[in-house]
């Protein structure tokens, strides 16, 4: 009978927070709270998990707050990073790390594009290749905008590739490196983008900390070189190839955070 009238109450509760009606539970509600809670006995219990389950949270809420088991402290996203309540930049995340959809493949060092003095950012590649034959596509066509190499640079590649007048491939079976990218969602996250070559290299760097990547493969990035050519990188010798776009070879999937 007692878990009955506790769950009687629970649905109370969110129905009328979902009702959008100001909700006290032990105490006389303040005017200015949408919720609130009085005890001198008990306290107030956030969810508890590992830094492992907080890095996998799909797309945080700016706001979101836990209790990290890892570190031992009260942690909430600020929109764009995990803090402690402090305001302090926990400093947890490794290549190598689950984290946001995939596997952290380069954390971002000062001079390099985009970096930001205390803020973490860097790349995520997906855990397996997105496949291990696809045409870059566009053959015999110039895409100015994906001429670009340098980090930060693959998602507008990917863009300008996907928005291109490219009359290759015309068979729907054949599948353009930049379209798997870009049509890719995964672990709650759709804004996957095919590698620029200097992204692709610093996954290249890190291969062996990101799980299906194949050390023997040539791996497309989104870097074009001309009309008939882009950069491709043999993940065995680490060498750069003037490929032809109309070959096939694997593609993997990589987005910022």
């Not at 996907?162 to 290759?168: E, G, Q, R, S």
């Not at 050390?215 to 032809?244: K, P, Q, V």
Request: net charge negative; proline share 4%; charged share 15%.
């Amino acid at each position: 009978m007692k878990q009955i009238k506790n769950l009687v109450f629970v649905f109370s509760l969110l129905l009328a927070v979902g009702a959008h009606a100001q909700v006290s539970i032990g105490a006389s509600l303040e005017a200015s709270a949408q919720l609130e809670v009085s005890s001198t006995t008990k306290g107030f219990l956030p969810p508890r998990m590992s830094e492992t389950q907080k890095n996998a949270i799909a797309s945080p809420a700016e706001g979101l707050l836990i209790y990290n088991t890892t570190s031992k402290t009260i942690n909430y996203f600020n929109g764009t990073q995990w803090l402690s309540l402090d305001g302090t930049i926990i400093n947890t995340i490794a290549v190598g790390d689950r984290y946001q959809g995939g596997i952290v493949a380069y954390i971002l060092q000062a001079g390099d594009p985009g970096y930001v003095e205390g803020e973490t950012h860097g790349l995520i590649a997906a855990e397996a290749n997105q496949t291990t034959s696809a045409v870059w596509g566009c053959y015999s066509t110039d895409v100015p905008g994906a001429r670009e190499t340098s980090l930060g640079t693959g998602n507008q590649n990917t863009i300008d590739i996907l928005t291109a007048d490219c009359p290759y491939p015309s068979n729907p079976e054949v599948t353009k490196a930049a379209q798997l990218c870009g049509d890719l969602v995964l672990n709650g996250y759709s804004d996957w983008y095919l590698p620029s070559k200097d992204e692709l290299y610093k996954v290249y760097l890190n291969r062996d900390l990101i799980p299906g990547i194949s050390t023997s493969a040539i791996y497309w990035s989104s870097s074009m070189i001309n009309d008939t050519n882009a950069w491709c990188l043999f993940f065995g010798r680490d060498e750069w190839l003037d490929y032809n776009k109309g070959n096939g070879v694997y593609v993997q999937a990589i987005r910022a955070f």
